[in-house]
């Protein structure tokens, strides 16, 4: 069986929570990402805070006329679920459907390695 560090990805996009809906937008655009993870850049450059998404942005811009200029921290999902690198294709599959994810930070012992999605494990299943 396929684990999560098989077919995760490891360029991971960051963002600050300070950083404006729109700039993060910007970021994910042009990275192609439906998502970005929000790193604590005051504390430690490696505590992950949050995760930021399509859907956030959706209901940042959905809900209030001035959102873009808003925080990402307001808007992004806080101390999201993660998965370790060793779990199995499976367990991530069951993990997001039944969170309701699209994307998952992978953690190894302790400390982010990538981020896993959907799209990640529909091309790991078909190969």
Same mark, same amino acid.
């Given at each position: 069986m396929p684990k999560i560090r098989d077919v995760m990805s490891t360029e991971l996009v960051t963002v600050s929570p300070r950083a404006s809906v729109a700039e993060a $937008? $910007? &970021?994910?655009?042009a990275r192609h990402v439906g998502s970005a *993870?929000? +790193?604590? =850049? @005051? @504390? =430690?450059?490696e505590a992950l805070? !949050? &995760?930021?998404t399509e859907r956030d942005i +959706?209901?940042? +811009?959905?809900s209030d006329f001035d959102a873009a200029a808003h925080a990402v921290a307001e808007w992004m999902s806080k =101390?999201?679920?993660? *998965? =370790?690198a060793e779990a199995s294709v499976t367990e991530a599959l069951d993990r997001l459907l039944a !969170? !309701?994810?699209?994307?998952l930070p992978v953690t190894e012992n302790g400390a982010l390695v990538g981020i896993i999605s959907l799209r990640d494990l529909s091309r790991g299943n078909a190969d």
């Open positions: $937008a $910007a &970021i994910m655009s *993870i929000v +790193l604590d =850049d @005051e @504390e =430690d450059a805070v !949050g &995760i930021f +959706l209901h940042a +811009l959905a =101390d999201p679920a993660t *998965i =370790d !969170g !309701g994810f699209r994307h």
